[in-house]
Each structure stands twice: as structure tokens, then as C-alpha cells.
């Protein structure tokens, strides 16, 4: 019966090959670098480098927790290790491993003349290109797939309670930014006539994108505000769609938008707050929190938060919600709390005795109901990070194709 | 048909002039070499051929395609033997073959293949400990893949051993006579003379002759040498002397006491001999001495140094 299986997964297998073959002249050229690949025992020790960096950080954790005081929420969940461990390991980390697979791609086939040999054979250099792209692509699918399960069972078969789901559309989404961070280097390979060039290049790109395109994003709308006049929604709505575009910048922000749609409560401390008052504020979607979320609203203990203006008009025209201010006043006399907000003032007896007359006044960005624009939605920030890969291959095909060997 | 046709080609890089203006036309079943020593622009032809260079002027048609418009039409028909190329280190040849053999979609097969150019005990080792003589039967095999109607081969017998360059003239012939047509190059002339319809001679980026062998022999001079052996010199070889002189295009270039050298044209080798016969000479042996290319070409490119 296994035999019968085998075979019946053979002939599959031998279907696909052959149907992939047919519909695209460039499947040759990934097919044997992946083999290659497989040989040189690479996607290997990709695989145990992916899951030793996936289960390692968790293992140590629960250790830790083992022998130390339990964290305030009660353990590690499945959103907590994401957001607290992965998030950054993948924006940081995957990359290094993505350029490792993908910068001498071409390089070393044009420097070696192995290129030669390929474009003797019926392939165009687009094809050559694609072939290498969606290739090395599969070189680090594979493995990621691989670790992403076994990290999965031992998360399952740890104390953490795993969400099957959630950490599904993880991988899925940390695998999407893995193949476009593997393409572009695959591209700049291309585009570039050595290897030493194509490390330099990468290496920017890494170095820029992870750290210095958001402040550029942001300088270009100081200056739109500061030296062209523009208004502040279109300032702002300039510098999302900026930070967007970067890979990593989308991928967090999915991956944000992912978590928070698994919990009731996108803006928990929100939620408190009108309950404990009464106020008919309702929270902001899971889309819109997450764009909001992208920009340093609340402050840091290292910068301040953004001016009053500004954090209105993300919240009116990025989030599409109601900028509310909450005045609570306590009195001493009366025992009483009043709460004061643009629609409504009432005023309650406290429970308890309230020792000092105090004046405090809050801000908060509450959901306003409105649909996201599209260009801002989930599905256009996919579209942007597949883009890449087709922006990157288009600029490597461009240069590539004219250059002589 | 042609199978290859250059039109005023020019290919210049940033201060050098590679080729010149090159015309040439190889028809389709001819095996032709091209000729000249390192550096006339042997690869950049070839190179622009396979639309791995694109040239500067002119065109370039093989197969009926325009070379950089239509490569993969042309690679569809085409097997290469490229210079300065390289093998895939981690795949056997099996598996080298295995993969032109489906990017081609061809049905070859693989152990047949490389048995041709004598590499069947290193099927399934890995091409990366081969020696560059194995490199070149293995790229040489994968040339072969489809039946290719064109090969192009760039100094296909460098690298390789004596029996191994004889085992390449074979192969040449054995694909010529199935119809391929065949375009080499190369500066060891005597592997060009061995199995070559025509030969061009590439100087400095221009083609400075295109002819059979035996017409460039023929423009060069007589063109091959004439040793015979007499039974008895001392009373012959007056009468050797005087028949030699009456016949047009012969003349006695040597003399080394039984053995003289006429040089001639080989057309006329046996005019000659008939000839010293009707004559009485008693000519014990002959042999012939065909003129090498390699003294041809020298003469081709010393006249070309000269003007």
C-alpha cells in the first residue's frame, strides 16, 4: 500500500515537473539550482539554522521563566512570542540569511562562465534571471517551511498555549518578506558584474532599509510641511504611504494587523476607560490601530511624542477616527469625578474618598467606523512588498540584458 | 541556406577595436575554421554569435535569426562549446546532461552521449574533480544534445591530450556527415587543415582570407611537396630535372641524394608522376608533404605585417 502510495506521489510530483516545464521556459534553470543547492547539503543547514533561530530564543525564555518569577500576563502566548521575539529575529535576522543565499547568484555564474554554458542553452537572459530569482527563492522556502513546523510542534508540545492560526499566518506572512528580501538581493546580483560589487550593494540596501528609510520617510514630510506648505493629512498620509513601501515597514505592519485581529480589544486601555465612564467610544479597527500604531504618538522615554495637531490628523485622516479629549476633574468636597468630553459632561459619585482636587486631561484616537483606503488596507501592503520583487527583477533584467559578458 | 552571415560586424571596447567590418558567409553543411592567432577577435565573433556581446556596428545572422534579436530561436538549434566557460562543481555529468537534455527538450541519452566523447567511467562523479580535458569532453557532450544543425566550437582542443584532439576531429566529421554544419576556431592550424571545408583567416579584426584549403594553398603556391625516391640518381636525375621543368606550376625544390623534392600543386601530383614514367625514370617511392596552413598562414600574415 506505501509502494502504491510512493508511486501515486511520483506520478504527481512528475506531473507537476512536467506541467511546470511546459508553461515556463525559466523552470529548468531553478529547478537545477535548487538541486545544486540540495547537493551542497546548503538548504540544510539553512533548515537547522532556521529552526535553531526559531526555537532557541523560546527555549531560553522557558527556562528563565522556570527558575524566575512568572511575567505579569501569565506566560508566554503565541502573540506575545511573535511580538515580543520573532518580529524583530525576522526583520533583522532573515535578511542576513536571504542576502547570504542570494548575492552571488549571477555574480559567480558570470564571473565563473557557467553563465556561458546556460545561455547556450534555449534560455533567454530573462529567463536566465527568473530562473535564479524563483530558484533561490525555493532554496530558502524550503527550509523555512521545514523550521516553521518544527518551531511549531515545539512550541505546541512546550507550555505555550500555540494558536495554530496565528502562527500559520506568521510564517506565511514572514515567508513572504523572506522571498522578496531573497529576490532583490537575487536581482542586485544581476544587475551588478562582481560578487564583491553585489555584497557592497546588498549590504546597502540591508543597512538603509532596516534602519534609515524611516527617517527619510519622515524627513520628506517635514519638508513637504516645513518648505512646500502642504497640508498636514497630506503630509502625513505621504509619510505612511512611504514607510509602507519599505519591505520590512510592511511586513511589520501586517503582521500587527494580523495579531490584533485575533484579540476583542485592538486598544484595550481605551476600552477601560469608556466602560469605566460610560462614553459611547468605540475602538478603531485592526487595519487602522496598526497604521496609527506606526508612528511614535504616545512618545518614548527617548523622544517626545508628536504636537497635538499632528497626532489629530493621524488620527482623523491616517486612522479615520475621532480625535476625543477626556477632561476628568476630581472634587474633594462634593466626592464626586466629572468627566468631560466634546459630546457630554456628567459627573459621578465616587465609591471611594477622594482626597485632592485634581484636573487631568487625556487624549485618545477612537474608531471613527470608516473603511481604510485601499492603498493603505492589508492586501495593498502585500501588493507592495510583491511589487519589490518585481521592481527589483525589472531594474537587474534592464542592466543585465544589455551588458556584454 | 547559409547557417552563418556577418555583415560589416564591429565590435569596438572602450579604446580597442575587436573586429572591423567583418563579412562572412559559411553555408549550411560546411565545417568551417576560423583561423588567427589570440587576440584577432576569434571569441568576440563567436561571442556576438551567441548574443553574449552585442556588437558596436553591423550584423549578425545565424540559422536565418538575427543573433540579438532572436537568441533562443537560435539556441533552440545550436550546440556551444564556449571559451572560458565553466561546469556546475556539485552535478555529475549525468546530471549536466540531464539538465541540457530537459532545458533543450530533447531525448538523448545521457550515457550515449558521453560515451561519444569517451567520458562513460565519470558519469555519476562530480564534474568539480574533473580534469580540464574532461571538462571539455563533458561540455563538448552537452553541445551535442538535440542534434544540433549548428555547433560552434571555440578551441574545442585545448586542453585535450593528442588522442583526445583526434577523438574531436572524429566527432567533427561524424556530425558533419549527419548534416550539421560546423564552425570552429582555432590557432593550432594543423586541427583546422585535418577536418575543414573552408577556413577563414581572422587578423586584427578583419578577415584577411576565406577560402577551401586547398584554394588558399593553391593562392599561397604550389601548395604541396613531392618526395620521390629514385631506383637509380645518378643516371635520372638529369631526366628528372629537364621533365620537371617542362611541366607548368612543378620544380624541384630539394635534392638529398636519392630523394627529390618537386614542389607542386597537389592537383598535379600525378602529372607529375606520369609524367617522370613516359620519362623512363624508375622512381623507387614517393611520398607527399602537404604544404601546412601553418606556413600558410604565415605567409598570409606576414603579407599583411609587410603592408
Redesign the interface.
Known amino acids: 500500500m506505501s509502494s502504491e502510495d510512493a508511486s501515486g506521489l511520483d506520478a504527481t510530483v512528475g506531473k507537476v515537473d512536467q506541467t511546470l ?1 511546459d508553461q515556463f ?1 525559466w523552470y ?2 531553478a ?2 539550482d535548487f ?2 543547492a540540495v ?2 547539503r546548503g538548504l540544510w543547514v539553512l533548515a537547522a539554522i532556521f529552526t535553531v533561530v526559531f526555537i532557541a530564543p523560546i527555549a531560553v525564555r522557558l527556562y528563565l521563566d522556570g527558575i524566575g518569577p512568572s511575567p505579569p500576563d501569565g506566560g508566554l502566548g503565541t502573540r506575545s512570542i511573535i511580538e515580543l521575539i520573532y518580529i524583530d529575529l525576522v526583520t533583522l535576522f532573515l535578511p542576513l540569511v536571504t542576502i547570504f543565499v542570494g548575492v552571488a547568484a549571477l555574480t559567480k555564474e558570470k564571473s ?3 553563465l ?2 546556460l ?6 537572459r530573462r ?1 536566465v534571471l527568473l530562473g535564479k530569482v524563483f530558484g533561490r527563492c525555493a532554496v530558502v522556502a524550503v527550509p523555512f517551511l521545514i523550521a516553521a513546523s518544527i518551531a511549531g510542534l515545539f512550541i505546541a508540545a512546550s507550555t505555550i498555549n500555540l494558536n495554530v492560526e496565528m502562527y500559520a499566518l506568521f510564517m506565511l506572512f514572514s515567508l513572504i518578506f523572506a522571498l522578496v528580501m531573497v529576490a532583490i538581493a537575487v536581482s542586485i546580483s544581476g544587475a551588478v558584474s562582481t560578487t564583491l560589487r553585489s555584497v557592497i550593494v546588498n549590504a546597502l540596501f540591508y543597512i538603509y532599509v532596516s534602519f534609515g528609510w524611516n527617517s527619510l520617510a519622515n524627513g520628506i514630510g517635514k519638508f513637504m510641511f516645513n518648505d512646500l506648505g502642504v497640508s498636514r493629512a497630506l503630509r502625513w498620509n505621504t509619510v505612511l504611504f512611504l514607510k509602507l513601501l519599505s519591505p520590512t515597514q510592511a511586513y511589520k505592519t501586517l503582521v500587527n494587523s494580523m495579531l490584533t485581529r485575533f484579540s476583542d480589544d485592538v486598544q484595550p486601555g481605551l476600552q477601560r476607560f469608556a466602560d469605566q465612564w460610560e462614553l459611547p467610544w468605540t475602538q478603531l479597527g485592526p487595519q487602522q490601530y496598526s497604521r496609527y500604531n506606526l508612528f511614535n504618538v504616545q512618545g518614548s522615554f527617548f523622544s517626545q511624542g508628536l504636537p497635538t495637531a499632528d497626532k489629530r490628523t493621524l488620527c482623523e485622516s491616517i486612522a479615520g477616527g475621532a480625535y476625543e479629549n477626556a477632561t476628568i476633574t476630581t472634587n474633594n468636597q462634593t466626592n464626586t469625578v466629572t468627566v468631560t468630553t466634546a459630546e457630554q459632561t456628567q459627573t459621578l459619585q465616587s465609591a471611594g474618598n477622594i482626597t485632592a482636587n485634581q484636573t487631568q486631561m487625556s487624549t485618545f484616537c477612537t474608531g471613527g467606523g470608516s473603511e481604510i483606503p485601499f492603498y493603505f488596507s492589508d492586501p495593498a501592503i502585500v501588493l507592495f512588498m510583491l511589487g519589490w520583487i518585481g521592481v527589483a527583477a525589472a531594474i537587474s533584467y534592464y542592466t543585465f540584458d ?1 551588458v ?2 | 541556406m547559409t547557417a552563418i552571415e556577418l555583415d560589416g560586424l564591429r565590435k569596438e571596447y572602450e579604446d580597442v577595436v575587436a573586429l572591423d567590418g567583418v563579412d562572412l558567409t559559411v553555408d549550411e553543411g560546411e565545417v568551417f575554421g576560423f583561423l588567427g592567432p589570440n587576440g584577432a577577435g576569434k571569441s568576440t565573433t563567436i561571442n556576438i554569435l551567441l548574443d553574449f556581446v552585442r556588437p558596436t556596428a553591423g550584423s549578425a545572422e545565424v540559422l536565418g535569426y538575427d543573433a540579438q534579436a532572436d537568441p533562443t530561436a537560435i539556441r533552440e538549434r545550436l550546440g556551444v562549446l564556449p571559451e572560458g566557460y565553466d561546469i556546475y562543481e556539485r552535478l555529475s555529468a549525468r546530471e549536466h546532461m540531464q539538465f541540457v537534455i530537459e532545458s533543450k527538450d530533447a531525448d538523448d541519452e545521457p550515457a550515449a552521449l558521453l560515451d561519444r566523447v569517451g567520458l562513460s567511467d565519470a558519469i555519476d562523479r562530480r564534474a568539480g574533480g574533473y580534469s580540464k580535458g574532461m571538462k571539455q569532453r563533458l561540455v563538448l557532450a552537452m553541445a551535442l544534445v538535440g542534434d544540433p544543425d549548428l555547433l560552434i566550437l571555440d578551441e574545442p582542443t585545448t586542453g585535450l591530450d593528442p588522442n583526445g584532439a583526434r577523438q574531436m576531429r572524429d566527432l567533427i566529421r561524424e556530425e558533419s556527415e549527419r548534416g550539421a554544419t560546423i564552425f570552429f576556431s582555432s590557432h593550432i592550424l594543423s586541427q583546422v587543415e585535418a577536418v575543414c571545408d573552408t577556413v577563414g583567416i581572422l587578423q586584427r579584426g578583419q578577415l584577411i582570407a576565406k577560402d577551401s584549403v586547398e584554394g588558399l594553398r593553391a593562392a599561397v603556391q604550389g601548395g604541396m611537396t613531392l618526395w620521390i625516391t629514385l631506383g637509380d640518381p645518378a643516371s635520372d636525375i638529369g631526366t628528372v630535372e629537364d621533365t620537371v621543368e617542362s611541366l607548368d606550376g612543378a620544380q624541384i625544390t630539394e635534392t638529398d641524394g636519392a630523394r627529390v623534392a618537386i614542389g607542386c600543386n597537389s592537383t598535379e601530383k600525378m602529372a607529375v608522376l606520369d609524367a617522370l614514367g613516359d620519362a623512363g625514370v624508375d622512381v623507387e617511392n614517393f611520398e607527399t608533404e602537404d604544404q601546412s596552413l601553418e606556413e600558410l598562414f604565415t605567409a598570409y600574415t606576414e603579407q599583411e605585417v609587410n603592408a
Open positions: 516545464h521556459n529548468p534553470v529547478k537545477k538541486k545544486d547537493r551542497s565563473s562562465g557557467s556561458k554554458l545561455l547556450s542553452l534555449p534560455f533567454s529567463s544589455r556584454d559578458l
